[in-house]
């Protein structure tokens, strides 16, 4: 009899274990203990701190705070506390292949990216939006654009109305445009989708030029495509082919004393500029050879045959007769300042290095891209404010980029100060997503399964 009794009393144990295990966490309190926060209101640090999250917000940041029995508390001595980053111009696979989309937000929220704006649309896309929202997909806050505008896809002006209207009535958060629109179509595009109320993001066509974009009221120009060809005397008269992809073949006849023209359209228009400078240096700089990405452990979550197709582009730019590796450099340097310009200017940017894309890993590269954007001049502080409070602004959201009570408890814990050196913001040892906590350990072993 007794030994039965024992026998019963192990049983209710383990099931009582497994069902603590199973509560979701966005379900009771959290709170993180003797944690440095970065709160993103203001460049500071505030040192041993408590921040208590209920029912998905930020509830109270303080020395002494009160909280259940029932709460998860998480020790994070000398560990570093900020918003969740936010990647607005990442790509979900487009196909109704739900096990890949998951792979794809994995490594997004793995990095502590609880944001991203998918810039390749797909109808699965406005279903996999609800199943993050409803809690049934686990994934960073999913903005999608439909599917692409480009010279194939609109062959005249009037189509060109048509995708919009049904576009908007779809659900799309936003248009995706492409190359090869013309002065008609993308007009056609522009105006229809100004008169109903959908913003259009993503490249300038070579054919429409970044004037007539900024004229047209992007909400956002991504990869600073147009930006270098404006600079270009005689533009008007070169094919495509001879500029090549955002001008990096007539970047050495580059006019910079247009520059401030630029900065001004762009600023009094309020264009976002998001620009993945990450897709440049590694893409399209000689220095950054397969050789180096091989080398990165971040690799190794991508499989072959896309490595392979990353490899071969690569290849195919080197072997262009047009490319100079110092020429390439130089344009590289001129993007760089681009960059620093928009920022000097009040220009907003936005966070964004075109993951998955050459030699860009979802989630690893956003962070590269901070790197990046510190290497172009902006402080670690102004760097972070790009996938944080400016994104909060561009989405017009008054309660998240910050930590503050009331904020969203999208978070990312770390083990440095990426206000001391930016590539500390890759350190993650838990993320906050919409209240739900990912433990180092959780996060560790999801990624271990997506090892290819």
């Known amino acids: 009899m007794c030994s039965r009794l024992l026998a019963l009393i192990l049983v209710l144990s383990v099931i009582t274990l497994h ?7 966005s379900q009771r309190e959290i709170v993180f203990t003797s944690v440095n926060v970065i709160p993103m209101d203001r460049e500071q640090v505030l040192e041993n701190q408590m921040v208590l999250v209920k029912n998905g917000l930020v509830s109270a940041i303080g020395k002494n705070i009160k909280y259940s029995k029932e709460a998860l508390v998480i020790d ?14 990442a790509h979900v696979p487009p196909n109704d292949n739900l096990e890949s989309h998951k792979e794809v937000l994995f490594l997004f929220a793995a990095n502590g990216i609880t944001t991203i704006r998918g810039m390749l649309g797909h109808p699965s896309h406005l279903t996999l939006r609800a199943k993050i929202n409803s809690g049934e997909v686990l994934g960073p806050r999913f903005y999608t654009t439909g599917p692409s505008f480009n010279g194939l896809s609109v062959k005249t002006a009037e189509r060109g109305s048509e995708m919009v209207r049904e576009q908007k009535a779809a659900g799309y958060d936003y248009l995706k445009l492409h190359p090869g629109l013309t002065k008609e179509t993308f007009g056609a595009i522009s105006t229809t989708a100004n008169e109903i109320g959908i913003p259009f993001v993503g490249h300038v066509s070579f054919g429409v030029g970044v004037w007539r974009a900024i004229d047209a009221g992007y909400s956002s120009i991504d990869h600073m495509d147009g930006f270098v060809e404006a600079m270009v005397p005689g533009i008007e008269s070169m094919v495509e082919q001879k500029a090549g992809l955002f001008g990096m073949f007539v970047a050495d006849k580059a006019d910079e004393s247009v520059i401030p023209k630029l900065m001004k359209e762009l600023k009094d228009k309020n264009i976002w500029v998001v620009p993945t400078q990450s897709l440049a240096d590694r893409w399209f700089d000689s220095a950054f050879t397969p050789e180096v990405f091989l080398a990165d452990p971040d690799s190794k979550y991508m499989n072959k045959q896309i490595v392979d197709q990353w490899i071969d582009s690569k290849k195919n730019l080197m072997a262009n007769p047009q490319y100079d590796a110092a020429k390439i450099e130089n344009f590289i340097k001129l993007r760089r300042k681009l960059i620093y310009e928009c920022q000097k200017n009040g220009v907003g940017l936005l966070l964004g290095c075109d993951a998955p894309q050459i030699f860009n890993v979802p989630g690893f590269s956003t962070h590269n891209e901070l790197k990046y954007l510190v290497d172009a001049g902006l402080t670690p502080y102004e760097a972070l404010q790009t996938g944080t409070v400016n994104v909060a602004k561009y989405l017009k959201l008054t309660n998240a980029g910050t930590i503050r009570p009331g904020a969203v408890a999208d978070l990312l814990l770390m083990v440095g100060n990426p206000l001391a050196d930016i590539t500390n913001s890759k350190k993650v040892v838990g993320v906050m997503i919409r209240g739900k906590w990912l433990s180092k350990s959780e996060i560790d072993a999801g990624l271990k399964k997506l090892v290819k």
Not at 19 to 25: E, R
């Open 76 to 89: 994070a001595k000398g560990k570093y506390l900020m918003p969740g980053l936010a990647e607005m111009h």
């Open 19 to 25: 069902s603590q295990n199973l509560i979701d966490s």
